[in-house]
């Protein structure tokens, strides 16, 4: 288990552009996370999976923006016509449902990826 | 609405300083827990301690402990004997745990925290 994937780390692209980003939680995990993070600032939430199942999205998340995760596996994140002020990091996390696992396991709270940077040009 | 508080944007100390970095936070819920991550250069959230709100033990691994006071919503950070290896931004985390929750984390802004040699 090599812990949570994001894949690209990095992305440029020109604004008005599509661009998508992909997650890979730890595997027995049922919970799945998207953030964002922009310079000098804490993570924000974005959305929110159980299993293959949207629970929840903010109201960060404009209607450019599209996660999936089809058969409760990988995450994707779309973001349509790209602005500038998308420019950020975009954080994965898993999960277990909070109160598993013991202190120290890895499971025990959530696991971050190492995300991904995007730069909208 | 739940709110991080952490007050100190940036410290710097000297190797070997013990350096105490300070969350407050904010919410209605009864039960929640406190976190701290840790995100060196690479980017990467590294999971440090998570803490019951019913549970205000204090709490010592290593170099690091954790203060948490509930009446005074407080869960400071403190490393003893700093090491250069400590630098990095150090983030408090709030998540509401009450039925139906969905767990998500609140954030703190962070603290830049570097350790000269």
New interface residues.
Partial sequence: DTGVSQNPRHKITKRGQNVTFRCDPISEHN?L?W?RQTL??????LT?F?NEAQ??KSRLLSDRFSAERPKGSFSTLEIQRTEQGDSA?Y?C?S?LL??QGA?GEKN????????T?LTVV | AQK?TQAQTEISVVEKEDVTLDCVYETRDTTY?L?W?KQPP??????LI?RNSFDEQNEISGRYSWNFQKSTSSFNFTITASQVVDSAVY?C?L?D?SGGS?????????TLLTVNP
């Avoid at chain 1, 000098?40 to 939430?45: A, D, S, W």
């Avoid at chain 1, 025990?108 to 995300?115: D, E, K, M, R, V």
């Avoid at chain 2, 969905?102 to 802004?109: A, D, P, R, V, W």
């Fill in positions: 919970r996370y953030y000098g600032q804490g993570p924000e939430f929110y159980q629970l929840e990091m954080l996390a999960s909070m109160g202190p025990y709270g959530y696991t971050f990826g190492s995300g940077r | 991080v827990y976190f991550y690479s980017g990467e959230l590294v999971f998570r983030f985390a998540s745990i969905n767990y998500k984390l609140t954030f703190g802004k962070g």
